[in-house]
């Protein structure tokens, strides 16, 4: 008899079921197979907040399939993942399964395992529990706060801003911290500053520098040389003082190992050490967690990748030690293991930490079984989890005080690495790009009352410099310091906001639209409370609290929901006018600058006396007159049109430059739908033949285009390789609905983060592959040779030789259809469709006429009744929560 488990994806269906046998089958789930409706009503607080669950078409047909494997069987094992999401999706099988009657008699178990190995696998099956519910019931008030605040606050933003597109719960909280800091940016102003700096000589000739730290017998603050004039005083003073050595100190320092990473901390390092957005980060996590083919298996290569957790398994900390003292030495073994504490607050969300699950697979060893950004990725994690456990790596710090008994003071400083530590392997990086001169200067043998001898003084000017915009990896620091989201919503989160055109990335900073601020500027103004940081936090300490089972989830819900909804019922009487003002006192020093000429900035350039301001209209915000309407000047904000701005773009192009082969010009211009590049002019005299052109590709930026870019742009499609196993072509292009990749007749989309003109020959064929489990050939066509293709549509499978196509009918498995069943589907029920970039429906393919029987002429003429078509079923459950 077979026992059934559950998991998310099929590829760890797949590789469970072999480490499990023939007395189990490994069913997937494909993540989530219900969520709440997005229609107003899906979830009630009159009613107690009650929730309404729907299935989509793909959510049904897997608990079908669970529910067709169940038969049989003693006992149904949920296994997916172990966080918050997967407690969330076993809850949800189970329940669709309550309802359909067929867990009669089964027992229900709950598993889980934080990496995909043997062992893992069989400890987890041995070990079974029920469900935790505290940790649903946490799921359950995320998802019902996301819903209500999303549902019930971007209605208002559409009829109180136009041309905004929506608000989030956490998103919102986290576009307000780039808005700020552009604001705190755009208010800078530097301030200026000198150092004085002189190289010495010691009595044997070596060099080393040395910066002024006291003048006049004075220590000097940051703005104490605050002038030229401050600044050559004191290098004069130095370049005539004879100074000597009055004091050397040294100190042994020791620094200890990073701890190993947590969701959070691996999305920081691999965007400052490998330049990976969140959501590539996790993508690549995912594909290494489910694991590669080694020797015919396939392995899991690190544990699970979000959690909060930085512990790890006594097992796997033994087995780190074991590796270091083979690899390093015993001076490289701490005395005891290293132990970390976790900062997470909701225990039941600090799984292990992340790590490789065999450390004698060294970055080395499955290299050639990875791409080569899963292997980066790989390397990263195995190189921290293995210096967590590495000793501690010490420096000799030296500091040299010079005085020439006039009131001036020198100091040089210096450290000596004296021995390396974790530092052999792993160095963590930071935000400040600047390298720390301390930690790597070695000063040369300076004693006590040396004298020494000026080589060169030198008096520097410096200018403060403003706060850095957020990086991804600053942003998701900021965002774990505050308490505001977890583990598993930063990517999603970050994306969201690209998505919705509120922020762009520049040189990998963030950098708010338009949009992104107005959005800002009216939650501020009137739902400050709501997009608060330190309430936004609170709220997660209190879901925290019910996922420990310490609060009740619907209390939580109530004490939120009436207040927000008396804050809400308040804008109703709010005016268009008392929005304009508020966002225009907002953000008038952004739109309207100051000008170096002392003039008005919002002084209409277009009549006297008219003065700029913030306008509402349908269709979004705009710059015009208060003299309107005798004054109809108006200026579209940099967010219209979806491009950034470009000002280089004078008489509406600019030149990148010429291609090298045909000596033509390459420039970028604006179009109706964007910019684009553009080889070459119009021939006058033959006005059918039209330069070649190319769109920017999704992330592309008109100022900072290169002619390089552009020649890869009109040079599409391009060929990315040739597929090992079938021999076609695989190419790359740009289309209607973005750029894709193609092998034959099946065109997958790339994500948002591929890059048309450096994808990859294996990034390709992952993609073709994702979307070959949607596509399946059947056979030839008997009249043409052309493939017959069985494909997933929106509205079920359907088959499709060439332009025509025929639904299958209900029921009816794709896996299941031959050719000539295929062949006389599509010439039964068969329609053309319509032509790309052409509106209309599908046509009948058309079919040989036959004279009309007698019996058939007569019914003919009697006039038709067209049967009303049957509501469909919704396939909704209410919450048992």
């Given at each position: 008899m077979t026992d059934i488990v559950v998991v998310e994806s099929p590829a760890k269906a797949k590789t469970i079921n072999k480490y499990l046998g023939d007395g189990y089958k490994v069913v997937a789930s494909f993540g989530h197979v219900r969520d709440l409706p997005p229609k107003d009503g899906s979830v009630r607080p009159d009613e107690d907040f009650a929730m309404d669950w729907e299935a989509d078409d793909r959510g049904s047909k897997q608990i079908g399939e669970i529910a067709k494997a169940l038969k049989g069987a003693k006992t149904l094992y949920l296994a997916t993942d172990p966080d918050r999401e997967g407690e969330a999706i076993s809850w949800h099988v189970r329940a669709m399964l309550e309802s359909k009657n067929v867990l009669k008699g089964i027992n229900v178990e709950r598993v889980t395992f934080n990496e995909i190995t043997k062992s893992a696998i069989k400890t987890a099956m041995a070990h079974p529990r029920k469900l935790d519910m505290p940790l649903i019931e946490a799921y359950l008030a995320r998802r019902a706060l996301d819903y209500l605040v999303g549902f019930t606050l971007s209605p208002v933003l559409w009829r109180k801003l136009p041309g905004s597109r929506s608000a989030g719960r956490v998103q919102s909280v986290a576009l307000r911290l780039v808005c700020e800091r552009e604001a705190e940016i755009e208010v800078f102003k530097a301030r200026e500053y000198w150092t004085v700096e002189a190289v010495l000589l010691t009595p044997t000739g070596a060099p080393y520098p040395a910066k002024l730290t006291h003048f006049q017998g004075k220590k000097l603050d940051q703005f104490d040389l605050n002038n030229e004039t401050a600044a050559r005083a004191a290098e004069a003073a130095v370049r005539a003082g004879a100074f000597s050595v009055s004091s050397v100190e040294k100190k042994r320092t020791r620094r200890n190992p990073p701890p190993p990473f947590i969701t959070s901390t691996l999305q920081q390092e691999a965007s400052r050490k490998l330049g990976l957005s969140s959501q590539q980060t996790m993508r690549l996590a995912q594909q290494l967690y489910e694991g590669v083919d080694m020797g015919g298996d396939?392995?899991?290569?690190?544990?699970?990748?979000?959690t909060d957790g930085v512990q790890l398994a006594k097992?796997?900390?033994?087995?780190?030690r074991g590796q270091i003292k083979s690899e390093f030495g015993e001076s490289y073994l701490p005395a005891a293991p290293r132990e970390y504490q976790s900062k997470a607050k909701n225990a039941q969300e600090a799984h292990e930490a992340i790590r490789p699950t065999d450390i004698s697979l060294t970055p080395a060893k499955v290299a050639r079984m990875l791409n080569p950004e899963q292997a980066k990725l790989y390397e990263l994690i195995y190189k921290r989890a293995m210096a967590c456990q590495m000793s501690a790596a010490e420096l000799d710090q030296t500091s040299v005080d010079l005085t020439d008994g006039a009131g001036q003071t020198l100091r040089a400083t210096g450290s000596v690495l004296a021995f390396d530590g974790f530092l052999r392997l792993y160095r963590e990086d930071t935000d400040d790009t600047a390298q720390d001169d301390d930690d790597t200067?070695?000063?040369?043998?300076?004693?006590?009352?040396?004298?020494?001898?000026?080589?060169?003084?030198?008096?520097?000017?410096?200018?403060?410099q403003p706060p850095p915009r957020y990086s991804e990896a600053s942003l998701v620091k900021k965002m774990e310091e505050l308490g505001i989201g977890r583990p598993s919503t930063y990517a999603s989160i970050l994306s969201v906001l690209r998505d919705r055109n509120y922020v762009r990335l520049e040189a990998r900073r963030f950098i708010p639209e338009d949009r992104g601020r107005l959005v800002t500027a009216f939650l501020t103004s009137f739902f400050a409370r709501y997009v608060d940081t330190g309430f936004t936090a609170n709220l997660e300490e209190q879901l925290d609290e019910v996922a420990e089972g310490n609060a009740n989830w619907r209390a939580v819900l109530r004490a939120f929901w009436d207040d927000f909804s008396a804050a809400v019922a308040q804008t109703k009487e709010l005016k268009i006018s008392d929005v304009i003002d508020a966002l225009d006192a907002?953000?008038?020093?952004?739109?309207?600058?100051?000008?170096?000429?002392?003039?008005?900035?919002?002084?209409?350039?277009?009549?006297?006396g008219g003065r700029l301001g913030l306008k509402l209209g349908r269709f979004g915000s705009f710059i015009g007159c208060?003299?309107?309407?005798?004054?109809?000047?108006?200026?579209?904000?940099?967010?219209?049109?979806?491009?950034n701005p470009d000002d280089s773009l004078k008489d509406g192009m600019r030149v990148l430059g010429q291609n090298p082969e045909t000596g033509e010009d390459i420039t970028l211009r604006r179009g109706p739908y964007g910019l684009y590049v553009q080889q070459g002019e119009p021939d006058p005299n033959d006005k059918k033949a039209k330069p070649k052109r190319a769109s920017l590709a999704r992330g592309m930026d008109g100022n900072t285009i290169t002619l390089e870019e552009a020649l890869g742009l009109l040079s599409l499609p391009r060929l990315v390789g040739i597929h090992p196993e079938t021999g076609q072509k695989i190419e790359a292009n740009i289309g209607r609905f973005g750029p894709y990749v193609k092998m034959g007749a099946i065109f997958a989309s790339l994500d948002r983060d591929d890059n048309v003109l450096h994808l990859g020959l294996n990034r390709a064929m992952d993609l073709i592959a994702k979307k070959q489990e949607s596509i399946r050939t059947v056979g030839a066509h008997p009249k043409d040779g052309e493939p017959v293709l069985v494909r997933k549509?929106?509205?079920?499978?359907?088959?499709?030789?060439?332009?025509?196509?025929?639904?299958?009918?209900?029921?009816?498995?794709?896996?299941?259809?031959?050719?000539?069943e295929a062949?006389?589907?599509?010439?039964?029920?068969?329609?053309?469709?319509?032509?790309?970039?052409?509106?209309g429906a599908a046509k009948k393919a058309p079919a040989k006429k036959a004279e009309a029987k007698p019996a058939a002429k007569k019914a003919a003429d009697k006039p038709k009744t067209t049967k009303a078509p049957a509501k469909p079923k919704a396939k909704k459950a209410a919450t048992a929560a």
């Open positions: 396939t392995v899991g290569l690190i544990t699970y990748m979000r097992e796997a900390v033994q087995a780190i200067r070695i000063l040369p043998p300076i004693a006590k009352g040396d004298p020494a001898k000026t080589r060169d003084v030198a008096a520097n000017q410096h200018f403060t907002d953000l008038g020093p952004h739109f309207f600058p100051a000008r170096e000429d002392g003039s008005d900035p919002r002084a209409c350039p277009s009549c006297s208060s003299n309107y309407p005798t004054c109809q000047y108006t200026r579209k904000l940099a967010v219209e049109g979806g491009d549509g929106r509205f079920g499978p359907y088959a499709q030789w060439g332009n025509t196509v025929a639904n299958l009918p209900r029921g009816q498995e794709m896996t299941a259809v031959t050719l000539d062949v006389a589907l599509l010439a039964e029920k068969g329609k053309v469709m319509a032509p790309k970039g052409k509106k």
